[in-house]
């Protein structure tokens, strides 16, 4: 398959290529959650949540591997650095009470997928305490089982967990073809310059595409 897209053609093969959602989380999307409490304006990503129900509907038609990602860490924090526990607003760190449970701690109500984009049986679910996808997780070996050679990446954070994740990918030799439409930021313009940062220099960490021509392509 063959998506227009920047900085040029996008090619790939139904059989080596998986989506990838990152952290579609209740606790980074939902009015009220911890994403909003840090003064936030959750609209930016949840404008992503319907182009990406759509995308998703037409992967799992196609019956193409998914593999959704959350961010959060084990009620013991164990697996949470304290350069990380320790930044951020002081009433509003990581394993304290928010609005949907302890934030961003497994098994809380705040730490699973908004549910518009609930994963159904068979996709995979990849847990993870950092913000690229790879970090302290089975990721790889999760893709080199399912022979994906190509990811299609989608989720928020542009900047934070998006882009880490793609990074990490470029570096391990995937293709990554990111979504505009299906990618959020807090920050239009964190999104803007995150999503030409990807394409810039040729294809400097991958590709940046739309996601009707990845749904259209699949048809
Ligand atoms: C953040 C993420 N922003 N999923 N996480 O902390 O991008």
């Given at each position: 398959?063959i998506?227009?897209?920047?900085?040029?053609?996008?090619?790939?093969?139904?059989?080596?290529?998986?989506?990838?959602?990152?952290?579609?989380?209740?606790?980074?999307?939902?009015?009220?959650?911890?994403?909003?409490?840090?003064?936030?304006?959750?609209?930016?990503?949840?404008?992503?949540?319907?182009?990406?129900?759509a995308?998703i509907?037409?992967?799992?038609?196609?019956?193409?591997?998914?593999?959704?990602?959350?961010?959060?860490?084990?009620?013991?924090?164990?697996?949470?650095?304290?350069?990380?526990?320790n930044?951020?607003?002081?009433?509003?760190?990581?394993?304290?009470?928010?609005?949907?449970?302890?934030?961003?701690?497994?098994?809380?109500?705040?730490?699973?997928?908004?549910?518009?984009?609930?994963?159904?049986?068979?996709?995979?679910?990849?847990?993870?305490?950092?913000?690229?996808?790879?970090?302290?997780?089975?990721?790889?070996?999760?893709?080199?089982?399912l022979?994906?050679?190509?990811?299609?990446?989608?989720?928020?954070?542009?900047?934070?967990?998006?882009?880490?994740?793609?990074?990490?990918?470029?570096?391990?030799?995937?293709?990554?073809?990111?979504?505009?439409?299906?990618?959020?930021?807090?920050?239009?313009?964190?999104?803007?310059?995150?999503?030409?940062?990807?394409?810039?220099?040729?294809?400097?960490?991958?590709?940046?595409?739309?996601?009707?021509?990845?749904?259209?392509?699949?048809?």
């Amino acid at each position: 398959m063959i998506i227009d897209a920047a900085p040029g053609p996008f090619t790939f093969d139904r059989d080596s290529t998986a989506l990838v959602v990152i952290d579609m989380q209740r606790d980074f999307l939902l009015p009220g959650g911890f994403g909003e409490s840090l003064g936030n304006d959750v609209s930016q990503l949840r404008r992503t949540i319907e182009p990406l129900a759509a995308l998703i509907a037409a992967w799992r038609a196609a019956g193409l591997p998914i593999i959704h990602t959350r961010e959060g860490h084990k009620s013991d924090l164990s697996d949470c650095p304290p350069a990380k526990l320790n930044r951020g607003k002081p009433s509003m760190r990581i394993g304290d009470p928010g609005a949907f449970g302890r934030i961003l701690i497994r098994g809380e109500y705040g730490h699973d997928i908004v549910d518009e984009l609930q994963p159904i049986d068979g996709e995979i679910v990849v847990d993870k305490p950092g913000k690229g996808a790879f970090y302290a997780t089975d990721m790889q070996e999760v893709l080199e089982k399912l022979g994906i050679t190509s990811l299609v990446v989608t989720g928020v954070t542009t900047e934070v967990c998006v882009h880490t994740t793609v990074r990490e990918a470029n570096d391990r030799g995937y293709e990554c073809l990111v979504l505009a439409d299906c990618v959020g930021s807090y920050f239009p313009e964190f999104q803007r310059v995150g999503l030409a940062m990807i394409a810039a220099q040729g294809g400097i960490f991958g590709w940046v595409a739309d996601s009707p021509s990845v749904i259209a392509a699949l048809q």
